[in-house]
């Protein structure tokens, strides 16, 4: 038995890719197209495992896929490949459209093709699992109910636009074609090896280097909290036991202002990093002009992953957010090495 998985070097894909061969042997064929926030440190420790194959690679990539998917015969494919950063995609959509809408196509396409040679029974209990994100359903008022699975889609951003298009197209392969697919949908996720390009590990690493704290607006934008290692435990509760064609959002209970957040990480780095001068981190934060289009609040009811499947987060934020400030601090080797070059250059210019 064996699973592929796309966008393995990325932040979360890196993560479950960690995760399931640390509770299980079943073999993992890495697939990864290695663009700026996909980096094969993520996987350094499993250089020399046996059970891990990593094929540097595109999605999009048919022959690729086809090859890869009759040489390993996997009995599913968890499709984690994804362009991700919402300042990114209002810079550039393009790449956006590429990869997460005629990317997921063409990855359908192949695996359609791969399932319906199978056997009986091998078709039977395969499994397609696209993950995406709450992003999807657009913005909620203050007021507002949290966003359910049955919430229609409102993307608001040219990141969220094709993420939710390519949602639709795993729903359409169900239903036209019959693929067993399952889609999850997360909210902000934070923990290990996360590019500093999003909230949580750009703050840490601008606090520790002495840098502004860049804060969009009034930082009153808020979010779900989901720690990754929760997010990876969901996914795999999901793919056991989730109901062919359904949709099931994963969130952490954990809704937090985006100032709230940086005061907190803040704060931790005051106890775990104090600075030799005795003053605090917060002085480091600066408010910058807000993005186009911000959504103003996220939220996921993550109910009915507990009520049908048995699922809810280990962390709480206090608990996430503690071993996150941690990790990072016990590896900054990997922050210099994921900072370095064109990364600055970008954080340059989106929060001059």
């Not at 499994?127 to 999807?136: A, I, K, N």
């Not at 104090?274 to 911000?294: A, L, N």
């Amino acid at each position: 038995m064996t699973i592929l998985v796309t966008g393995s070097a990325g932040f979360i894909g890196a993560n479950f890719v960690l995760d399931w061969l640390a509770i299980n042997d079943e073999p993992v064929i890495s697939l990864d197209k290695l663009t700026y926030a996909g980096n094969l440190q993520n996987l350094a420790s499993l250089e020399s495992d046996e059970r891990h194959t990593f094929v540097h690679g595109d999605i999009g990539d048919g022959d690729l896929v086809d090859r890869l998917l009759a040489e390993y015969r996997p009995r599913a494919v968890l499709n984690f490949a994804a362009e991700s950063h919402v300042d990114r995609s209002i810079r550039g959509p393009e790449d956006f459209i590429q990869t997460n809408i005629v990317g997921t196509f063409r990855l359908l396409e192949s695996v359609r093709a791969y399932w319906n040679s199978l056997p009986d029974a091998d078709k039977s209990a395969f499994r397609f699992l696209h993950v995406s994100t709450d992003e999807v359903y657009g913005s909620l008022g203050s007021n507002d109910p949290a966003f359910k699975e049955s919430n229609k889609y409102e993307p608001n951003s040219p990141y969220s636009a094709s993420k939710a298009a390519s949602d639709h197209l795993v729903r359409a392969y169900h239903h036209t074609y019959g693929l067993p697919v399952l889609t999850t949908n997360c909210s902000n996720n934070y923990g290990p090896y996360h590019f500093p390009e999003k909230l949580i590990p750009l703050v840490i690493h601008n606090a520790l280097a002495g840098k502004p704290l860049p804060i969009y607006g009034d930082g009153q934008q808020i979010r779900d909290w989901l720690y990754v290692k929760d997010h990876c435990s969901a996914i795999r509760r999901v793919l056991d036991a989730g109901q062919l064609g359904e949709t099931y959002n994963v969130g952490g209970w954990n809704e937090k202002a985006n100032i709230d957040v940086v005061h907190t990480l803040c704060d931790i780095l005051d106890q775990e990093k104090p600075k030799t001068d005795g003053r605090s981190y917060r002085e480091q934060i600066t408010f910058v002009k807000d993005r186009p289009g911000h959504d103003r609040r996220y939220a996921i009811d993550a109910s009915r992953l507990e009520r049908e499947l048995g699922w809810k987060p280990a962390e709480t934020f206090e608990t996430g957010i503690r071993k996150t400030v941690r990790w990072y601090l016990d590896n900054q080797d990997w922050v210099a090495n994921v900072t370095s070059g064109a990364y600055r250059e970008w954080v340059g210019k989106q929060y001059a």
